[in-house]
């Protein structure tokens, strides 16, 4: 079984010190994001999840991709745009469809799928 990334740290050998620390850093931003998020911080955790998402997307991890959109789509809601709500959960679904996702995880995306159909009253 292949474990390797597609980003260009995995294919440097003796980079799995930069890889870990990376991999780290990219779980505590998400983390940081979903607490501002708690605390009504929503413009600043959609700064910092939007960077996140470009370097999550290198690093080819498809289940924390799949918390960051959702994420995101519960802050597009929060904020009350819901074109951004609907294309970030599209997105969300669209990596979830390639991974298995935990029952739990595969839970909150068709939540938020009911909320934002129940908000626009399909």
Not at 39 to 62: G, I, M, P, Q
Request: hydrophobic share 45%; aromatic share 4%; net charge neutral.
């Amino acid at each position: 079984m292949d474990l390797s990334f597609s980003c260009p740290a995995a294919k440097i050998p003796r980079t799995s010190a930069l890889q870990i620390a990376l991999c780290k850093e990219m779980v505590v931003e998400v983390r940081l994001a979903a607490l501002l998020t708690e605390n009504k911080e929503f413009s600043e955790a959609l700064t910092l999840l939007s960077s996140s998402v470009k370097e999550v997307r290198r690093l080819d991890d498809k289940l924390l991709l799949v918390d960051i959109e959702l994420l995101e789509s519960k802050l597009h809601f929060s904020l009350r745009n819901l074109p951004k709500a609907k294309v970030a959960l599209t997105a969300a679904r669209t990596a979830a469809n390639a991974i298995y996702v935990p029952p739990a995880q595969q839970g909150a995306i068709d939540l938020q799928s009911g909320l934002l159909h129940a908000e626009e009253k399909d």
